[in-house]
């Protein structure tokens, strides 16, 4: 074996040994802390926002999802659209005149166009917030399916420690009959982000960051860094969030519970657009030492 062999034997050996270690730990995250045993709260008042824009898949489902909630305390459920000429209009009024639900108040928002700076999505939970009447506020995302329990798994989470500013559940992607790009999608999603994000948490859940296809957060954290708008040009608005209450010396925590991503349809090509779209925008929000191990297993 001549000295250039030698030379990317040993290359490839690094490697390996770089994959393997990196491999070892997210195997370590995914065997979480055991999930601590619930306790009896008296159930603050939440308002449940749900930016909606076109027609997710199974979109029926998704909104009975969020209706069959069986939060303990008063809730109330606000779905927000730019325009009542979006698909899911229609569907979601459908489904609030004839699904049972135990929230106290719900309600169908337009937002309207979106000012200059602002994403819909933003323009949309500002809206929300505006018209929300209880004492946290949850932000729920569309293609989400939550688990009954959910809610009163992260308010309770949330209640445990004062400094604590945010909940959120950590996400797994799904899909009945799976293409290419569904695929694709869990993989990122369920076997990268996920495990990362088991990793990187600490002991009580800890993280720096919010992926936060459902959180719930204290009034007053999101106050203290000026609201919704402050992620305004952001286009992972959840993960910034995360960063500035963390800045700001409130305390973001995963909890236990997972929630559903519900995915389907997806051909390849529109997974790498996601998945672009994905690697260019969350650096804003993610810290260095989350993404160098990414980065490194990349």
């Given at each position: 074996?001549n000295?250039r062999?030698?030379?990317?034997a040993a290359v490839?050996a ?6 393997l270690?990196?491999?070892l730990?997210?195997?370590a ?15 603050p008042?939440v308002?449940v ?8 898949v ?12 069986d ?22 009024r ?16 337009v937002?309207?166009?979106?000012p200059?700076g602002?994403t819909?999505?933003?323009?949309a939970m500002?809206?929300?917030v505006?018209c929300?009447r209880?004492?946290?506020?949850a ?13 009163t798994a992260l308010?309770g ?10 909940t959120?559940?950590?996400v797994y992607?799904a899909a009945d ?5 569904d695929?694709?999608y869990?993989?990122?999603?369920n076997?990268w982000?996920?495990a ?11 993280l ?6 459902l959180?719930?957060f204290?009034r ?6 000026g609201g919704?708008g402050?992620?305004?040009?952001q286009?992972v608005?959840d993960m910034y969030?995360?960063?500035r ?15 559903r991503i519900?995915?389907g349809?997806?051909?390849?090509r ?6 672009r779209?994905?690697i ?15 980065w490194?297993r990349?």
């Open positions: 074996m000295t062999d030698v030379g990317w490839s690094a490697a390996l040994g770089v994959l270690q990196g491999h730990g997210l195997m995250g995914l065997r979480r802390r055991p999930a601590l045993a619930a306790r009896k709260f008296d159930p008042s308002t926002i749900r930016p909606i824009r076109g027609l997710d199974e979109a029926r489902q998704n909104v009975r999802a969020l209706l069959a909630l939060y303990p305390g008063e809730w109330e459920v606000l779905f927000v659209f730019d325009t009542e000429d979006d698909p899911a209009f229609a569907l979601t459908e489904e609030l005149a004839n699904a049972p639900t135990r929230a106290t108040r719900v309600e169908l928002l937002a309207g166009e979106p200059e602002l819909g999505k933003i323009n500002q809206v929300g505006a929300s209880c004492t946290l506020l932000f729920s995302d569309s293609d989400t399916r939550p688990a009954p329990g959910a809610l308010v989470a949330l209640l445990e420690d004062a400094r604590t500013g945010a959120f559940a950590p992607a009959a799976p293409l290419a790009g695929v694709g869990g993989l990122l999603v076997a982000y996920g990362s994000v088991a990793r990187t948490s600490g002991p009580d859940g800890a720096p960051f919010i992926m936060g296809q959180m719930v204290r007053e954290a999101l106050a203290a860094i919704v402050c992620a305004a040009g286009f608005d969030l995360g960063r209450l963390h800045e700001a010396g409130w305390k973001n925590r995963v909890i236990h519970a997972p929630l519900v995915t349809h997806l051909e390849l529109a997974f790498l657009r996601i998945f779209r994905w260019l925008f969350s650096e804003s929000g993610l810290p260095w030492a989350f993404t160098r191990p990414n490194v990349g």
